[in-house]
């Protein structure tokens, strides 16, 4: 489960952090994630969504608030512990964020060599996640070599590689067309059902919402203003 109470991001600009230049991207967020659900965050570009989401794991410090994960409280642990937290926490991005000079088993094996396994334990992990995603035959190839909707997959595969009970996705399919949106939205439904994963995704498009989330919110202006099942927000009158 993920929890936001009463999250707030504020952002100095100018950096002497004496409110002149204060952009409040996040006011007073309250969210509740179920564990095995999908939640969707939906709203326009600059209305803070990268905000909310990377306040989950950190990646930005909330100015107030409090963030928990699997019932532990991320927003007082010690560098140590938050690094801990984070493999228990799986993120992809708008743009995919491999790491060219590695090929795609390296990629995927990253986070694991990170954590100090052993080559073999890495490699009875990576070789299952890159079946699951589909790409076992392109472990030797080089992101360039890929395209958007493989490239996905491999962050996808790094992703889970820890094992994280949860997967954040910042604007995972924007950068992709159509047709590869709906494969990759697949995908996510299907760790979803199949391995439990609650997942947190934000986008600016109605369609991914429609396709994946069992529950919606709505965030304007850096407030999270609706939270309501997929239906009854586009039924609503
Ligand atoms: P979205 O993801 O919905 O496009 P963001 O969370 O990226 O929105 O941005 C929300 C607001 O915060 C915007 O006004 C943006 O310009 C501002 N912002 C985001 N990151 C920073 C930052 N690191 N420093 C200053 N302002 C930021
Ligand atoms: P994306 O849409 O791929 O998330 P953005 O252009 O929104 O990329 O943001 C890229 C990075 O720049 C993020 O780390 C975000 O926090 C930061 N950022 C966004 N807006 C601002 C801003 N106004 N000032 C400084 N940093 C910003």
Sequence with gaps: MIELSNVSKTYFSNNKGNGSNAIHALKEANLIVPKGTIHGVIGLSGAGKSTLIRCVNLLERPTSGTVTVDGQEMTNLSNAALNRARHRIGMIFQHF?????????????????????KRHTVRERVIPLLEMVGLADKAD?????????????????????S???????????????????????????????????????????????????????????????????????????
């Excluded at 070599?145 to 490239?151: A, D, F, P, R, T």
């Excluded at 069992?214 to 927000?233: K, M």
């Design 97 to 117: 964020n491999l790491l060219t000079t590695r090929s795609v088993f390296d990629n995927v094996a990253l986070p694991l060599e990170l954590m100090g396994q």
């Design 163 to 237: 094992k994280p009970q949860v997967l954040l996705c910042d604007e995972a399919t924007s950068a992709l067309d159509p047709q590869t949106t709906s494969s990759i939205l697949e995908l996510l439904r299907d760790i979803n059902h199949q391995l439990g994963i609650t997942i947190l995704l934000i986008t600016h498009e109605m369609e991914v919402v429609k396709s994946i989330c069992h529950r919606v919110s709505l965030i304007s202006d850096g407030e999270l203003v609706e939270d309501s099942e997929v239906g009854d927000f586009f039924t609503a009158p």
């Design 141 to 161: 190839q080089y992101p360039a070599q890929l395209s958007g909707g493989q490239k996905q997959r491999v962050a996808i595969a790094r992703a889970l590689a």
